[in-house]
């Protein structure tokens, strides 16, 4: 996890406020001046040493958030010698390589001999934002970044959007002018005529690519009882997880127990948890989407009093078809989370699952920078997520083909899971919290 500030036209001062802003981000910030462009970033040393960032190749120098899973196999493919993504990225952007063949989850800044570039990857696992003001952009990794040095309005048909849906139907935040800076393109593959058992040999042998590419020494996971997050703890025999558990008779916990590798840490989502996080959650949070959240906010807490580095089960239920439950709903009975009456939409069940999983992943960017953390999603490996989305659907419908592969117990296969619900708000009354925050 580290933080891109930046300023077009504009002044280091700016650049450092935004930074400062975002600074939990990191353990360190650097500041860079290149003609026009001014840079103040927020390192979280992971894969690299200390002041690693920018890296310069040629003319081109580069900014990176996250982590490109695949940097160490396109040195291969192109006989590129470097010592980090960073360094490689650099290479291949000053060589006019594909933008596509980048793996993982990041968000890049570059400069090349006059033109800036930026982009995010291909899911929108980290985000980049973007407003532009009397002649200056800003460019931030959270909103909160941007209104550290401009005074942003509220945009009232995306607040409506989050009243209706939640903030899932608007690709944008609740501010005037706020863009998100576009992911790299994700064009769902053509459907194959394959057999089944073949089918489950090559995605077990693409599964153990995506933890190569993402393995981490003393790392933790965000452990429900269900398949995802189940997966990534029995393959990679976690150092740590951290799990909630509930007041109520609806307990986990004999399927969490099934999971669990290495030291194990619960959280009771009690009345003290839904008294003291909510507000501490809505310090982090500043694009609001997908619902209440301050469960993830404790756990993420939790966490990294341990971990730097979290993995997180997101993304397979958009893959592998889990919400089959609902697909057979009217589309807006599905969108429509509150009580608010909105507008009609002409989307797809698949569509809506996509654009619900980038909320997700907003929420998760927030909570891993606001307490110093990198998240990774094994799951949403570009190589796994492709062979799988060119399956049948019969392969894919409630998971099948995944549940095959994860070497779980059947008592967690055919269970259902809660993973970190919110049991003392409705979604009315979370909007209604969220909106007092932005007044």
């Known amino acids: 996890m580290c933080g891109i500030s930046a300023t077009i036209n504009g002044t280091l001062k700016e650049a450092a406020q935004m930074a400062h802003a975002i600074r939990r981000r990191g353990v360190h910030t650097n500041q860079t001046v290149i003609d026009n462009l001014t840079v103040s970033f927020v390192h979280l040393p992971i894969t690299t040493k200390e002041n690693d960032q920018p890296r310069t190749y040629r003319k081109t120098t580069v900014w990176l958030n996250g982590f490109i899973s695949n940097w160490k196999e396109l040195c291969l493919k192109y006989r590129v010698i470097a010592d980090s993504d960073t360094e490689y990225l650099s290479w291949h952007l000053s060589h006019g390589k594909d933008k596509a063949e980048l793996n993982g989850f990041f968000a890049v800044l570059s400069y090349t001999d006059g033109l800036i570039d930026m982009f995010t990857d291909r899911y929108g696992i980290k985000q980049l934002y973007k407003y532009t003001e009397k002649g200056t952009t800003y460019i931030c990794s959270e909103v909160k970044g941007l209104k550290a040095v401009v005074d942003l309005k509220v945009d009232f048909d995306a607040m409506e959007d989050w009243e209706y849906s939640l903030g899932v139907m608007t690709d944008n935040t609740i501010y005037v ?5 576009e992911c790299l393109p994700f064009d769902k593959p053509k459907k194959i005529e394959i057999d089944y058992d073949k089918a489950v040999s090559k995605l077990r042998i693409l599964w153990e ?3 190569d590419r993402n393995q981490y020494d003393n790392a933790g996971v965000y452990l429900s009882g269900g398949v995802d997050s189940g997966m990534i703890a029995n393959r990679l025999k976690i150092d740590y997880s951290f799990s909630v558990d509930y007041l109520d008779d609806k307990s986990e916990i004999e399927n969490i127990k099934l999971n669990t590798e290495g030291q194990h840490y619960t959280m009771i989502a009690n009345d003290f948890v839904g008294r ?7 310090e982090a949070l500043d694009d609001f989407k997908v619902g209440s959240c301050y469960t993830n906010f404790a756990i993420a807490e939790l966490a990294s009093k341990f971990c730097k580095v979290m993995y997180s089960g997101a993304g397979s239920d958009e893959v592998f078809n889990g919400y089959t439950h609902r697909y057979n709903r009217p589309i807006n009975d599905v969108i429509k989370r509150t009580s608010k009456e909105g507008k009609q939409y002409e989307i797809t069940h698949k569509e809506y699952d996509w654009k619900y999983l980038k909320g997700i992943l907003v929420v998760e960017d927030r909570m891993s920078g606001y307490h110093t ?6 799951l949403l490996d570009n190589d796994f997520v492709d062979f799988a989305l060119s399956l049948p659907d019969e392969y894919l419908n409630n998971k099948r083909i995944l549940k095959d592969i994860s070497g779980l117990h059947p008592d967690v296969i055919n269970g259902k899971k809660r993973g970190f ?5 409705t979604n009315d009354e979370w909007v209604k919290f969220c909106k007092e925050s932005v007044k």
């Not at 003291?276 to 809505?282: A, D």
């Open 373 to 378: 953390m990198e998240t990774r999603y094994p």
């Open 177 to 181: 002018g706020v863009e998100s800076v």
């Open 276 to 282: 003291e996080y909510p507000l501490k959650t809505l």
């Open 421 to 425: 619900s919110n049991p003392h708000f």
């Open 209 to 211: 690519q995506s933890i």
